[in-house]
Structures are given as C-alpha cells and as structure tokens.
C-alpha cells in the first residue's frame, strides 16, 4: 500500500482522538471543527480498510484495529517531528558538523576558546579542528576535505577564496638571556649573525623571501629547520637560536618564557585569513560558524594584542 495514500494530518488527528476520545477536544487542540477532524479519520480508515474507533451517541472509544495502530502512528509523528526540528536547527545554524583547519598554534590555542563560546549557545553544533600545516590549508578547502580553514595568506586557485581577518607581523622570539635580546628591536641585518630554526616549509620560504632582494651573503636563512612551530619555540626557549613567526604564536610563545622582538627595516607583516570554496556553498551550521569566527575576531582584544608585535 503506498506511504502517499495517508498523510500526517491524518495520523495526527487519529492520535489526538486516541489521546482525547473526543471528536471536539482533538478539534480545539489541532484548531479544527470536529466535523474535520471526523473527515480525516473516515479518510484515513478508508485508506486503511479498518475501523479504528468504535463510535456511539455518548463516547468515543479505539477499536481493537486502532488500539494496534496507534503505537505506530505514534512513532510515525515522533519521527517526522524530529525531522522537523533537525531541520529548523540546521535552518537556524543551531545543528551540524563544521570542519575546520588550522596550524598548529591556532588550532590548540585560539579556536577551542572560540568554539567553547560557540557550543555554549549552540550544543548541538559540533566543530571539528584539523590541525594541519599551512601549506596544506588552501588544498584541503578545495578538495573538500574540510568547510573551512584559518591560517597566514597563502597563494590561491580559483576554487578557494579567502577572507582577511588580521594582520600579524613577523617578529622574532628568543630566550631572555639570549644576546638579542638586549635589543628592544631588530633589524633584519642583526638576522643574518643568528642561528634560526624556522617551522615548517612555509616558514622557510617566508623567511627566505623577505630578503630576497639581497645578494646571496645578505640573506637571511634558517641554519634548521623543523616541522611545527612549538617545536621551533621549544629550540629558542633552550637559549641558543632564535626563530621567526607571525606574531599571533605568542599565545604558545609565552607560555614558554620566550620574548618577542620586532624586526624592522622593513616591516613585514602576514595576514592571518579565513579560507572556503568557490564551489561549494557552505552548510548553513557552517555558514553560522564561520561568521561567529569572524565576529570574534574582530571584537577580540586578546587577537589584537597578538597582532601588534609590542616588546
């Protein structure tokens, strides 16, 4: 018997009768007149060839056929509301899975604040950190791997587009008794007399271009180099090197001990953006977090300390 011969209405007003024995009690419930109500019950036992109520002058009472029914038809409209409201979550941004990339530093110290804040009006949103390397960032938003990413700038195809969230200087982090140190600024001259381990790929590129310009005994290149920054402020904190990052690390560089130095001469300063596709629309639950991220960001004093490169 096929599903499109009942309708919902039907199985609500067998159930609200079931609930009421009352043609006029279901009817001020559902605001309908008890001469409709009866009508979606006569419909539906047509549609069913059972007789699910036993009617007389005085009462209304389940017929056996009705009373097996109705634990069905129940669970019929427990279901379908439940849809419903899975539904107007997701319409609402209130449900769903977000999944985003970030390296390392933002990943562990800067989105699980956000996405705390975020589930405390939202439970039932669920956000997934990728912690990946910044050059894969661009890369896993096209593939589709992730909804979203958040990282430095980095060169773009025409599937993924990027959003500017704030800039953050490279600066240079050392041990407090490191020679540097002394220096309430650097030059990027002082650079090239220093052993520097940089973090990652990307970090090796970056540093390595900002110089570029310069003959080979000018530049300024990394003596190690490591696969993730905590790693590479580890080896600083230890006294002998130094390293180069955008200066939003200093929520992990702290932690550490390490001091920050501004390198001047010129500045250079990275910008920190938010990544999604050209091709794909986003979810609605993802859609509501990203621009949450957004809204965050720029209303946080703590980001804003973080991108100004004070000593």
């Given amino acids: 018997?096929?599903?499109?011969?009942?309708?919902?209405?039907?199985?609500?007003?067998?159930?609200?009768?079931?609930?009421?024995?009352?043609?006029?009690?279901?009817?001020?419930?559902?605001g309908l007149t008890p001469s409709a109500i009866s009508q979606l019950i006569v419909e539906l036992e047509t549609s069913l060839g059972l007789r699910l109520f036993d009617r007389s002058t005085r009462k209304v009472d389940l017929s056996m056929a009705g009373r097996e029914l109705r634990s069905s038809a129940e669970a019929v409209l427990k279901y379908v509301g439940l849809a419903e409201t899975a539904a107007l979550d997701?319409?609402?941004?209130?449900?769903?899975?977000?999944?985003i990339a970030a390296p390392q530093v933002i990943a562990s110290m800067i989105l699980p604040t956000v996405i705390n804040l975020y589930n405390a009006d939202r439970p039932k949103v669920v956000v997934v950190i990728r912690d990946a390397a910044v050059e894969s960032l661009v890369d896993m938003v096209a593939t589709g791997e992730?909804?979203?990413?958040?990282?430095?700038?980095?060169?773009?195809?025409?599937?993924?587009a990027r959003e500017p969230l704030f800039d953050s200087p490279w600066v240079m982090w050392c041990a407090p008794d490191h020679p540097i140190a002394a220096k309430p600024i650097v030059e990027w001259e002082d650079l090239r007399r220093l052993s520097i381990?940089?973090?990652?790929?990307?970090?090796?590129?970056?540093?390595?271009?900002?110089?570029s310009?310069?003959?080979?005994?000018?530049?300024?290149?990394?003596?190690?180099?490591?696969?993730?920054?905590?790693?590479?402020?580890?080896i600083a904190a230890a006294g002998s090197l130094v390293t180069l990052s955008p200066a939003y690390v200093g929520v992990l560089a702290r932690r550490l001990g390490l001091v920050m130095r501004r390198i001047v001469e010129p500045e250079s300063i990275r910008q920190v953006c938010l990544y999604r596709s050209t091709r794909r629309?986003?979810?609605?639950?993802?859609?509501?977090?990203?621009?949450?991220?957004?809204?965050?960001i720029e209303k946080s004093d703590r980001l804003r300390g973080l991108s100004v490169a004070d000593n």
């Fill in 1 to 30: 018997m096929p599903l499109s011969r009942f309708t919902l209405r039907q199985f609500e007003a067998f159930v609200t009768v079931a609930d009421t024995l009352s043609f006029t009690e279901a009817g001020n419930r559902l």
């Fill in 146 to 160: 992730v909804d979203l990413a958040i990282g430095p700038d980095r060169p773009l195809g025409d599937q993924v």
């Fill in 197 to 211: 381990v940089a973090a990652g790929r990307d970090h090796e590129r970056s540093v390595a271009r900002m110089r």
């Fill in 90 to 99: 997701l319409q609402n941004q209130a449900a769903g899975v977000v999944r």
């Fill in 281 to 296: 629309a986003l979810s609605p639950t993802a859609e509501g977090f990203a621009n949450y991220l957004i809204d965050w």
């Fill in 213 to 234: 310009n310069l003959p080979d005994e000018e530049r300024v290149t990394p003596s190690q180099v490591v696969d993730h920054i905590s790693t590479a402020l580890g």
